[in-house]
């Protein structure tokens, strides 16, 4: 069973950094992408950054201020944001790639001061 534990979230003015962190379990971490994704008030959810052992990819949004990383023996996937924006402002989850669509944690909510 997958259990995903998200944490890092917080109020930031623009331009701002936070660091969200995942703890994942229930899966060969190592061996399996897994993603950030987030939803905002109103709008669906939407793919933030993946990573796998053949790379990271990102949404064109976040590109060159968003960094997905993972440390295997932790089993933990971070990722760090900088250069917060208003348009930032959503609750984030992290997931397998493709999403385990029964795992789903709670989030952690990222507000950007406007």
């Known amino acids: 069973q997958v259990q995903l534990v998200e944490s890092g979230g917080g109020l930031v003015q623009p331009g701002g950094s936070l660091r969200l962190s995942c703890t994942v379990s229930?899966?060969?971490?190592?061996?399996?992408?897994t993603g950030w994704y987030r939803q905002a008030a109103g709008k669906q959810r939407e793919l933030v950054a993946r990573?796998?052992?053949?790379?990271?990819i990102y949404a064109d949004s976040v590109k060159g201020r968003f960094t997905i990383s993972r440390d295997n023996p932790k089993k933990t996937v971070y990722l760090q944001m900088n250069s917060l924006k208003p348009e930032d402002t959503a609750v984030y989850y992290c997931?397998?790639?493709?999403?385990?669509?029964?795992?789903w944690g709670q989030g952690t909510q990222v507000t950007g001061a406007s």
């Open positions: 229930g899966i060969i971490f190592s061996m399996t992408p």
């Open positions: 997931n397998t790639y493709p999403p385990t669509h029964l795992a």
């Open positions: 990573i796998s052992n053949g790379g990271t």
